[in-house]
């Protein structure tokens, strides 16, 4: 995790007077996966656009593996939000032209289109045509397409959308492997589970700036309610610095005032009261989210 | 460079391969195939009017001479001039239909120049009567008979020779009419070829481009891609689909109407004026890329085919303009208004190739509209490019004037 895959500094991009993104800088690292959040029409897909060479940025620098975007377009996979295929084409047909675009021999394509559609169960679906595949398949197949020419850089733009469980967990295991593979992924999704279980650091933007840049577990420690779990058989008494109590399915939330949780475990073992669960609680991400984008309203 | 011939490839084969070309491919052909089963069909009726038109086989004519010069008809004449010693028994063969026409020659012809055409039926032979050379002949013939010296009288039945001399072209090549008509009509075929291909494969630009753009493909592609290859890949491709299909249309039109024909049309003023024909290829070839750019840009500015299509109207209708003029330039090749479109590129393609063959154009016509079309290719593809790539990510809204414009500025 020492070079930077991607490196986007002050940039600015806006639309007939509309600032889309407002100076903004954030690194993705080799072998991350990182994840572009934010509230819709943060400025995520114009972020996106401008990495893939879509959009010119207006100001401030984007550079992909040290190179400008335009001549690192072979080495990035991109699954766009706003996505569709040729609806007329043989699926396999569709896959060979969108890696021979990004420069990948026909040959060369065609095995590796192979072998990913079987990896994602849609092998005997390679000779039909796109439109017959249900909306799941055609899913799955749009994520292949944006690696069959095997990229460095994944941009993923909302890849669970639509997509049932089972196949969310098949998504789900493909971009760790990836990841064990030593590929970076850029993930964007508004599925905040899902980025809490894959991602390695996040990018929060609202308004086209910087809200939350850094480490998950940094930021979620940062988030974090002050309070602990507590399971326990006993019965509490109240404790020193414990302000709130909370009773859920057997569990305790406490919420600490003027004391840490490692002083309350103390006075619990000092006080012998059974332990089952202790824990330090931590927000889930969507509530980061949304308190987070709710104050950045407030404030504006 | 391998992008942009891996787009064309592509385009060409998926396109190639849709019912609705080969549908439309062939049914050029059938229709022509259904106009020869339609033909023969009525054909009877058809054939013997033609026949009556150009038969080489004379009608034959009866005349009755109150005048006295035409007794007896010369040897010359006899096979197809009757005399009747009066009008009814000439009647009478006219209603037996053993001759066409009746000519009935009063005393006071000679002060009065009238004489009566008796026909049945249609008015029409008494008409072209007049103005038929060989009854010219016929009468000249005999009224001067021994009369004048045989050059003279030569001249008086056949008073013009013309031989084409044209004031700008030195030493017009012989051939006679049939090569200067050819000359005419090859290039002229190709102008027309041009405007058919224009509007053929700019409709399957447009088509191509409303579909990627509506099914959003285009997104994926343009991050493999820059817009000028993609505009420049698609041009070459559903260009030579358009192709494809025009000569399609055209092979079945010559294998229809019989290949000597075709062959002769095209070797003709081929063998007559080589540097005509080579001037129409290049004119050809540098008008359909001009247009083909144009055409894909514009496509990708409607949100909808039938958007797209009112756009891109205006260019074809440009392409189409010299051929609203071929008027004056038969009339004259070289007019200030043909040489001003002739330096303009969206006209010069067009003009260029009807002017050509009609005269000796100016040689700085020719180097300047070719100059122009060849600066003008880059700069559409240019801004063309620019046009595109704003035009394709922008859903549900057709750009206006102005965004049009700050997109060729910059972004």
């Known amino acids: 995790m020492t070079q930077n895959m991607l490196e986007v500094r002050n940039l600015v991009k806006r639309y007939n007077g509309f600032t889309a993104v407002d100076d903004l800088s954030f690194e993705v690292c080799e072998g991350e996966i990182f994840g572009l959040l934010g509230p819709n029409g943060a400025g995520k897909t114009t972020t996106t656009r401008t990495v893939m060479d879509i959009f010119k940025p207006d100001e401030g620098r984007v550079q992909v593996l040290g190179l400008p975007p335009g001549a690192a377009k072979e080495h990035i996979g991109y699954l766009p939000e706003e996505r569709g295929l040729y609806r007329d084409l043989k699926v396999l047909d569709v896959l060979v032209y969108l890696a021979e675009l990004k420069g990948t021999p026909r040959s060369v394509a065609r095995q590796r289109a192979l072998a990913w559609l079987e990896r994602v169960e849609l092998a005997d679906w390679a000779g039909r045509k796109v439109k017959d595949l249900s909306r799941g398949m055609q899913q799955k197949l749009q994520f292949v397409a944006s690696l069959v020419h095997d990229p460095q850089l994944l941009i993923l733009d909302e890849p669970f959308q639509g997509l049932d469980p089972v196949n969310v967990d098949l998504l789900k295991r493909l971009i760790r492997e990836l990841q064990a593979e030593g590929k970076t992924v850029v993930l964007s999704a508004h599925q905040m589970n899902l980025v809490e279980a894959l991602c390695d650091r996040i990018l929060l933007i609202n308004h086209g700036q910087v809200v939350l840049y850094g480490p998950l577990d940094e930021i979620k420690r940062r988030y974090a309610p002050h309070a602990v779990r507590l399971r326990t058989p006993a019965a509490l008494n109240a404790l020193p610095g414990v302000t709130r109590m909370e009773r859920r399915d057997g569990t305790l939330t406490l919420t600490l005032d003027g004391t840490t949780p490692q002083a309350l475990l103390q006075t619990l073992v000092e006080r012998n009261v059974p332990v089952e669960v202790f824990e330090v609680a931590t927000a889930p991400l969507e509530e980061i989210f949304i308190s987070v984008v709710k104050k950045e309203e407030n404030d504006a | ?411």
Do not use: C
């Open chain 2, 1 to 411: 460079m391998r992008k942009i011939w891996t787009i064309a490839r592509h385009e060409y084969l998926v396109n190639v391969r849709r019912p609705g070309f080969i549908i439309m491919t062939a049914l050029v052909p059938l229709l022509g195939v259904l106009g020869l089963l339609v033909a023969s069909f009525f054909g009877g009726q058809a054939s013997a009017f033609f026949e009556r038109q150009f038969a080489p086989e004379p009608k034959q004519i009866g005349v009755v001479d109150h005048l006295g010069a035409f007794t007896p008809i010369l040897p010359a004449y006899q096979e197809r001039y009757h005399l009747f010693a009066n009008e009814e028994a000439g009647r009478a063969a006219l209603e037996a239909d053993e001759i066409i026409t009746l000519l009935v020659i009063p005393q006071t012809y000679v002060e009065s120049g009238q004489v009566m055409v008796v026909s049945k039926g249609s008015s029409l032979d008494a008409a072209m009567m007049g103005d038929s050379t060989s009854v010219r002949a016929f009468f000249v013939d005999h009224l001067l008979q021994d009369k004048v010296d045989p050059a003279l009288h030569k001249r008086l039945v056949n008073p013009i020779e013309p031989v084409l001399v044209s004031l700008e072209g030195e030493g017009e090549p012989g051939g006679g009419p049939l090569s200067t008509a050819l000359n005419f009509i090859v290039p002229y075929f190709l102008g027309l070829l041009l405007v058919m291909s224009i509007l053929v494969s700019s409709g399957y630009l447009l088509r191509g481009v409303a579909e990627e753009k509506t099914s959003r493909v285009i997104e994926i592609v343009l991050s493999s891609v820059t817009a000028w290859e993609l505009l420049a890949g698609k041009v070459l491709g559903l260009g030579a689909l358009g192709l494809t299909q025009v000569l399609v249309w055209l092979a079945s039109a010559f294998g229809l109407s019989g290949g000597a024909v075709s062959l002769l049309g095209v070797a003709a003023p081929l063998l007559a004026r080589p540097e005509v024909f080579i001037l129409g290829l290049v004119y050809y070839l540098l008008g359909f890329l001009v247009y083909a750019v144009l055409m894909g840009a514009v496509g990708a500015l409607g949100t909808t085919m039938q958007e797209s299509q009112q756009l891109a109207g205006i260019f074809s209708g440009m392409a189409a303009i010299p051929l609203i003029l071929n008027g004056f330039i038969i009339s004259n090749p070289n007019l200030p208004l043909l040489r001003v479109l002739s330096w303009f590129p969206l006209t010069a393609p067009t003009v260029m190739m009807l002017r050509l063959p009609m005269a000796e154009v100016p040689v700085v016509d020719i180097v300047g509209s070719i100059v122009m079309l060849i600066l003008a290719i880059p700069a559409v593809l240019w801004a063309g490019s620019k046009v595109f790539r704003m035009g394709l990510l922008m859903y549900g809204k057709r750009p206006g004037l102005g965004q049009v414009m700050q997109a060729l500025r910059g972004a």
